[in-house]
């Protein structure tokens, strides 16, 4: 079947689109309280491991290390071109791996690893491998059929040569960073990246036998137009990546240090950055990809597109998934675990992390065990960032409550929306149409008491 066209309006998103959680989490990580620690996040995995039907697991690992920065960024990364930080930190992972695996139950099969950083690709293949084969040592993983291994790549500082040996430890998708590859944009965002080597890396990949090919790009970037955000595309379909990612660029240099050395005078405006959005979905669907939601888009039989189709869709802190029944477990600094019915956060600083590690403990920072109303909003939002749809009668046998209030509190949040056609509701139903599927988090957001007012009807 051919994809679902999805309707682009710039002057709805304009009006409706503000600041807010992307809930990759409900509550969102910045609700998460210090009064959190190792006795709440051991006790967090003793009620999972209690469960009737244990959960499987997925792992997450974050390496925060790049050689150099690009301004745009705002996630945790240290910026060092010294190789022997990446031993350094291997040793400290596993020092952490020893201590939280043993607090799983033995038969809790891993279903999904993923590396994520700043750039994990700082750490050369046999740190890699040393780190995944500690894990395997700790924790079961199932079948390479149904696991999912993942790394994020940088193709500035991998070579195709690495990939035969990112294989053999096991990793079967790759994430590659590409944001413009428009010559002005890469200068001014510091991150200069040639089409070539790209190609190349992606080649390679699928030459060795990954399943799956991922690529990020950035729209609202300092110089961006749409001619040169044209041609990227077009380069970018010419990769055929299986996933692709568009996200918006958010500048806050009051909150990361890197985006000062962007000039604020060369950012699109945003009805010129709504454009190039427009523009990426024009040229992404006319090439036969689906929009999964958010800022996802994916080939019509990759596994997220399955799982949208079939209802299987999760979304978790390492986005879309098709993982659903897991417990997240996160390693190093940083990292955010969602076990049972808690979060739990590492230090943020790779000093304090490190700290704590050496100091023979654990590194959690900071946390949140969620209440019985916090849980079911938490699965209300999960179905419209997946699904599109909310059933509060269903919502209600599911946790054994009257959930229809929820939807009562919600309607003068959700007026402007039933007024523009992007939400209807159909009796107990709420569903999000076509013209409101690229503002999913909005809709999200009016069953969020702590989430800023919608637009007025």
């Given at each position: 079947m051919p994809p679902t066209p999805l309707p682009f309006d710039a002057e709805l998103i304009a009006r409706h689109d503000r600041p807010g959680p992307r809930y990759t989490s409900y509550p969102p990580a910045p609700r998460f309280h210090e009064g959190f620690g190792r006795r709440e996040f051991e006790a967090a995995i003793a009620r999972s491991n209690e469960e009737p039907l244990p959960r499987r697991l997925s792992l997450y690992v974050h390496v925060p290390f790049c050689h150099s920065p690009c301004f745009y960024c705002g996630c945790n990364r240290v910026i060092t071109r010294d190789a022997a930080r990446g031993p350094a930190y291997r040793q400290r992972l596993q020092h952490e791996i020893d201590r939280i695996a043993p607090l799983f139950a033995p038969d809790r099969e891993v279903v999904q690893l993923h590396f994520g950083g700043g750039?994990?690709?700082?750490?050369?293949?046999?740190?890699?491998?040393?780190i995944v084969g500690h894990l395997?040592?700790?924790?079961?993983?199932?079948?390479?059929?149904?696991?999912?291994?993942?790394?994020?790549?940088?193709?500035?500082?991998?070579?195709p040569d690495a990939m035969p040996g990112l294989r053999a430890i096991g990793f079967n998708r790759i994430s590659?960073?590409?944001?413009?590859?428009?010559?002005?944009?890469?200068?001014?965002?510091?991150r200069r990246q040639g089409f070539e080597a790209t190609h190349a890396l992606v080649e390679a990949a699928r030459a060795v036998g990954m399943r799956s090919v991922n690529v990020d790009l950035i729209y609202?970037?300092?110089?961006?137009?749409?001619?040169?955000?044209?041609?990227?595309?077009?380069?970018?379909?010419?990769?055929?990546?299986?996933?692709?990612?568009?996200?918006?660029?958010?500048?806050?240099?009051?909150?990361?240090?890197?985006?000062?050395?962007?000039?604020?005078?060369?950012l699109p405006d945003p009805a010129q950055?709504?454009?190039?959005?427009?523009?990426?979905?024009?040229?992404?669907?006319?090439?036969?990809y689906v929009y999964i939601g958010m800022d996802h888009f994916a080939l019509p039989f990759d596994e997220l597109a399955v799982a949208q189709r079939r209802g299987g869709l999760h979304r978790n802190f390492m986005?879309?998934?098709?993982?659903?029944?897991?417990?997240?477990?996160?390693?190093?600094?940083?990292?955010?675990?969602?076990?049972?019915?808690?979060?739990a956060q590492n230090q943020r600083e790779l000093a304090a992390w490190e700290a704590a590690i050496?100091?023979?403990?654990?590194?959690?920072?900071?946390?949140?065990?969620?209440?019985?109303?916090?849980?079911?909003?938490?699965?209300?939002?999960?179905?419209?960032?997946?699904?599109?749809?909310?059933?509060?009668?269903?919502?209600?046998?599911?946790?054994?409550?009257?959930?229809?209030?929820?939807?009562?509190?919600?309607?003068?949040?959700?007026?402007?929306?039933?007024?523009?056609?992007?939400?209807?509701?159909?009796?107990?139903?709420?569903?999000?149409?076509?013209?409101?599927?690229?503002?999913?988090?909005?809709?999200?957001?009016?069953?969020?008491?702590?989430?800023p007012p919608a637009v007025a009807a």
């Amino acid at each position: 079947m051919p994809p679902t066209p999805l309707p682009f309006d710039a002057e709805l998103i304009a009006r409706h689109d503000r600041p807010g959680p992307r809930y990759t989490s409900y509550p969102p990580a910045p609700r998460f309280h210090e009064g959190f620690g190792r006795r709440e996040f051991e006790a967090a995995i003793a009620r999972s491991n209690e469960e009737p039907l244990p959960r499987r697991l997925s792992l997450y690992v974050h390496v925060p290390f790049c050689h150099s920065p690009c301004f745009y960024c705002g996630c945790n990364r240290v910026i060092t071109r010294d190789a022997a930080r990446g031993p350094a930190y291997r040793q400290r992972l596993q020092h952490e791996i020893d201590r939280i695996a043993p607090l799983f139950a033995p038969d809790r099969e891993v279903v999904q690893l993923h590396f994520g950083g700043g750039t994990p690709n700082f750490l050369p293949v046999p740190e890699l491998a040393a780190i995944v084969g500690h894990l395997r040592r700790h924790f079961v993983f199932a079948d390479e059929r149904q696991a999912d291994l993942s790394l994020e790549v940088d193709p500035r500082t991998l070579g195709p040569d690495a990939m035969p040996g990112l294989r053999a430890i096991g990793f079967n998708r790759i994430s590659l960073g590409i944001q413009d590859f428009d010559p002005a944009v890469q200068a001014a965002v510091n991150r200069r990246q040639g089409f070539e080597a790209t190609h190349a890396l992606v080649e390679a990949a699928r030459a060795v036998g990954m399943r799956s090919v991922n690529v990020d790009l950035i729209y609202g970037l300092p110089r961006q137009s749409a001619a040169g955000f044209a041609r990227t595309l077009e380069q970018v379909l010419a990769l055929r990546p299986d996933r692709i990612a568009v996200y918006s660029y958010a500048h806050l240099p009051q909150m990361f240090r890197a985006q000062r050395r962007i000039d604020a005078a060369e950012l699109p405006d945003p009805a010129q950055k709504i454009a190039l959005l427009g523009q990426a979905i024009a040229a992404l669907t006319a090439a036969g990809y689906v929009y999964i939601g958010m800022d996802h888009f994916a080939l019509p039989f990759d596994e997220l597109a399955v799982a949208q189709r079939r209802g299987g869709l999760h979304r978790n802190f390492m986005g879309y998934t098709t993982h659903a029944d897991t417990d997240l477990v996160g390693f190093g600094a940083s990292a955010i675990s969602r076990i049972a019915d808690a979060y739990a956060q590492n230090q943020r600083e790779l000093a304090a992390w490190e700290a704590a590690i050496d100091a023979g403990g654990l590194a959690i920072w900071r946390g949140l065990v969620l209440e019985t109303e916090d849980l079911i909003r938490a699965d209300l939002i999960q179905s419209l960032m997946c699904h599109g749809e909310v059933d509060f009668l269903e919502l209600g046998r599911r946790w054994d409550v009257e959930a229809i209030r929820l939807l009562d509190e919600a309607r003068p949040r959700l007026a402007a929306l039933l007024a523009d056609g992007l939400v209807a509701l159909e009796g107990d139903r709420l569903r999000v149409l076509p013209r409101g599927r690229l503002l999913l988090r909005v809709v999200a957001a009016c069953f969020d008491p702590a989430a800023p007012p919608a637009v007025a009807a």
